[in-house]
Nanobody, 120 residues
Framework: QLQASGGGLVQAGGSLRLSCAAS????????MGWLRQAPGNEREFVAS???????VYADAVKGRFTISRDNAKNMMYLQMNSLKPEATAVYYC????????????????WGQGTQVTVSS
C-alpha cells in the first residue's frame, strides 16, 4: 500500500514537499515514481527513482523538482520548487518492477493521490 501526502495550496514560485509511505511490502527492488493528473488531462510522468538510485525527470520539471527515496524507511519524496500554475494536479506515488519508468502503464502499484494547487 502506498500513501501520498504533503499536497496543498501554494502560490506560484512557492515550494511543496510530497511524501509517499509504503507499507505491507518492501519496495527495495521496485522503481518508484511520481505521476500527476490535471483535470481533463491524462495521467503523466513526473519523476522516478530506481532502487539503485537512477533518477529520471520529465522535462517540464527538470531543475525544479527533486525526487528521493529512503529504502530503509520505505519512503519516497518529491521536493517541488519554483512551482508554476500548470503544476496543479493530483499527484500520485506509484511503484513498478519492469518497463520504462516514464511510462504510466509500467506502474502496477498506486497510492491514492494528493492534490497540489498552484495559484497564479
Amino acid at each position: 500500500q502506498l500513501q501520498a501526502s504533503g499536497g496543498g495550496l501554494v502560490q506560484a514560485g512557492g515550494s511543496l514537499r510530497l511524501s509517499c509511505a509504503a507499507s505491507g511490502r518492501s519496495l527495495g527492488n521496485y522503481f518508484m515514481g511520481w505521476l500527476r493528473q490535471a483535470p481533463g488531462n491524462e495521467r503523466e510522468f513526473v519523476a522516478s527513482v530506481s532502487w539503485w538510485d537512477s533518477i529520471v525527470y520529465a522535462d517540464a520539471v527538470k531543475g525544479r523538482f527533486t525526487i528521493s527515496r529512503d529504502n530503509a524507511k520505505n519512503m519516497m519524496y518529491l521536493q517541488m520548487n519554483s512551482l508554476k500554475p500548470e503544476a496543479t494536479a493530483v499527484y500520485y506515488c506509484a511503484a513498478g518492477l519492469r518497463g520504462s519508468t516514464r511510462s504510466v502503464p509500467s506502474y502496477g502499484y498506486w497510492g491514492q493521490g494528493t492534490q497540489v494547487t498552484v495559484s497564479s
